[in-house]
């Protein structure tokens, strides 16, 4: 069978179903501002370059550890709860079929949809179970209940692309510089790097959504710097 051109888009269509992207993105993201805004802070309190090791690697591994169990339950909840509705929407289409394929015809119907067409339509999907849950479920919860993102990946991508984006500001210390201006240019590097590849997939300007990123982080490294630098004055840090 040849390829129909709207078959040959849908092949160029993202995958937006949720899986591991969102979680990765959003640990990297969260990884390089968490880090950069608490080196930011303790930096900006006076202390030694050994502690604002010390400080990084102990928010990366907390971090880590705290995004990759929060995505885990996240995700595993979201997952029970659509399997609990998809039971209750199992239970009225045994008890009540003719009620609930009248209701999936008037769905239709107020998308423009002849009446006898789609109690025909609805009709026809009744005869099948499995496939008139599948399309029940779709219409009134908006969800695919074949089609669930998966804890256990969503828990792991967070956990690791977590750990990159907080090993970025840290990179500098590391290799034996003492300049936290220099580990705070290197982590705004990283930000607008994370921000212009998550451009590419919502289709804006790479620039854009860099700067976007580096702008969003450098308010919060700011905040806190000012805040580290206050407490610091105060206490009679270094």
Do not use: C
Request: charged share 15%; no cysteine; proline share 5%.
């Amino acid at each position: 069978m040849t390829d129909t051109p709207a078959a040959l888009r849908e092949a160029h269509h993202a995958d937006v179903s949720g899986g591991w992207l969102r979680p990765a993105v959003f640990g990297a993201m969260d990884g390089l501002v968490t880090n950069i805004a608490l080196i930011a802070g303790v930096g900006g309190g006076g202390v030694s370059p050994r502690s604002i090791v010390l400080t990084g690697t102990a928010g990366l591994v907390a971090g880590a550890i705290s995004m990759g169990l929060g995505e885990y339950t996240s995700v595993r909840s979201a997952n029970e709860q659509v399997a609990a509705e998809v039971a209750k929407e199992r239970r009225e289409l045994e008890r009540h079929p003719e009620a609930e394929a009248r209701e999936l015809a008037e769905a239709w119907v107020a998308r423009g949809l002849p009446l006898d067409l789609a109690m025909q339509v609805a009709e026809a999907v009744r005869r099948n179970p499995e496939e008139a849950l599948r399309v029940h479920v779709r219409e009134e919860l908006g969800v695919d209940p074949d089609d669930q993102p998966s804890p256990w990946a969503a828990a792991i991508s967070s956990f690791l692309f977590f750990s990159v984006g907080a090993l970025v500001p840290l990179l500098t210390y590391l290799f034996g510089a003492t300049s936290l201006w220099l580990a705070l240019a290197v982590g705004g590097l990283g930000l607008f790097a994370a921000g212009a590849v998550v451009a590419r997939f919502t289709a804006r300007p790479w620039w854009s959504g860099g700067l976007r990123q580096l702008l969003l982080g450098a308010a919060a490294a700011a905040a806190t710097y000012l805040i580290g630098a206050l407490i610091g004055v105060q206490g009679g840090i270094g």
